[in-house]
């Protein structure tokens, strides 16, 4: 299993939800709520307000999200749901553990809060150069204070 670290739309409550925990795609385990180490630019761009991890560490805040268990076959969805390589890139973040939930996991398994773990984090390298300059967020909410909304797959022209 590889643990995977979501900002955006896979989070709890976000529009695409349904897809982390759909089975078909394969396993998939929620562990635990984190943070960034590094502080990122996380911005909401595009007609469709699709929320973007910017690589680019030390801009920016440090990203709160959620930490995942998958199996390959759900870490193979993933990519193709993340448009993985062209839109974003997985690549592995340092996450600290701000909550953990794996308490089926024995003692000494199990992060303690505040320990770092390595995650799989969907960001990019492939932004356009103006999204820089877009206001940055800590906390990703499709229907939060921003008003910009995102537009799920199918209701896209």
């Known amino acids: 299993m590889a643990r995977v670290f979501v900002y955006g739309t896979l989070k709890k409550g976000q529009p695409n939800y349904p897809y982390m925990i759909n089975c078909m795609h394969g396993a998939v385990r929620f562990q635990g709520r984190g943070l960034t180490v590094e502080k990122y630019p996380l911005v909401i761009a595009g007609k469709y307000n699709i929320p973007y991890l910017l690589n680019i560490p030390g801009m920016g805040h440090r990203v709160t999200g959620e930490i995942y268990a998958v199996d390959d076959?759900?870490?193979?969805?993933?990519?193709?749901?993340?448009?993985?390589?062209?839109?974003?890139?997985?690549?592995?973040?340092?996450?600290?553990?701000?909550?953990?939930?794996?308490?089926?996991?024995?003692?000494?398994?199990?992060?303690?809060?505040?320990?770092?773990?390595?995650?799989?984090?969907?960001?990019?390298?492939?932004?356009?150069?103006?999204?820089?300059?877009?206001?940055?967020?800590?906390?990703?909410?499709?229907?939060?204070?921003?008003r910009l909304p995102y537009v799920l797959r199918e209701s896209r022209d």
């Open 73 to 146: 076959q759900m870490l193979q969805f993933l990519d193709e749901f993340e448009n993985c390589p062209d839109m974003y890139q997985r690549t592995p973040m340092r996450i600290e553990v701000v909550q953990w939930k794996g308490k089926s996991s024995p003692p000494e398994v199990t992060p303690a809060v505040n320990s770092i773990l390595e995650c799989y984090v969907y960001s990019t390298t492939t932004y356009q150069p103006e999204w820089i300059n877009l206001p940055y967020y800590d906390n990703y909410d499709s229907f939060g204070k921003h």
